[in-house]
């Protein structure tokens, strides 16, 4: 089974930084995008970033400049590194990928990481 797993959030002081890592394991065969969402209290899900196998970006208007998101192919995994940390980007970090699975190569499917909560505050 393919399972997503999520580490680095914390809490942190305005203008801090934190990175997040999100390691993909199990039958895989490929994997597509891989990107961050989050999620604040009240509020949807939201795409922070994605990259594509290839290293193509994109990232939201509201972290650009602050954030950077890149994948370690070899290790299956991406990263998140937030800098110049803000209050509103106080949310459950979740990291999602499309994968296609060894036992059905024919298709994908989305795969999500249990989330991790950041928290930015004085």
């Known amino acids: 089974q393919v399972q997503l797993v999520e580490s680095g959030g914390g809490s942190v002081q305005p203008g801090g930084s934190l990175r997040l890592s999100c390691a993909a394991s199990g039958s895989i065969y490929s994997i597509n995008v891989m990107g961050w969402y989050r999620q604040a209290p009240g509020k949807q899900r939201e795409l922070v970033a994605a990259?594509?196998?290839?290293?193509?970006?994109n990232y939201a208007d509201s972290v650009k400049g602050r954030f950077t998101i890149s994948r370690d192919n070899a290790k299956n995994t991406v990263y998140l590194q937030m800098n110049s940390l803000k209050p509103e980007d106080t949310a459950v970090y979740y990291c999602n990928a499309d994968i296609v699975p060894v036992d059905y190569r024919i298709t994908h499917f989305s795969y999500w990481g249990q989330g991790t909560q950041v928290t930015v505050s004085s």
């Open positions: 990259i594509t196998s290839g290293g193509r970006t």
